[in-house]
């Protein structure tokens, strides 16, 4: 069977007047640390409800507490997505 040939092209070099211009990304050092600060608040909320038999952190709230502290978490996990 006969061998094809090979084509070689020129690499592409976009013209002078359309160069790529640089992309400036914000900082985003905050969101790691408020990230797990969330967490953290989520799951001592849960943990503290827990452990004091529903009496604190509100105890107007009763099992509502934990929906408080998962509510925590999901921020956090909202916060997440601004992670780069």
């Known amino acids: 069977m006969p061998k094809s040939r ?5 690499d592409y070099t976009p013209p002078a007047g359309k160069q ?6 914000t900082n985003r050092s905050w969101v790691a640390p408020v990230m797990l600060a969330l967490f953290l ?3 001592v909320w849960i943990v503290l409800f827990y452990v004091t038999d529903g009496s604190l952190p509100i105890q ?22 601004q992670w780069k």
């Open 60 to 81: 107007d709230l009763g099992n509502g507490n934990i929906i408080v502290g998962f509510g925590f978490i999901a921020v956090g996990f909202a916060v997440s997505t």
């Open 41 to 43: 608040i989520g799951l």
């Open 20 to 25: 790529a211009t640089n992309i400036k990304l």
């Open 6 to 10: 090979i084509r070689k092209k020129a």
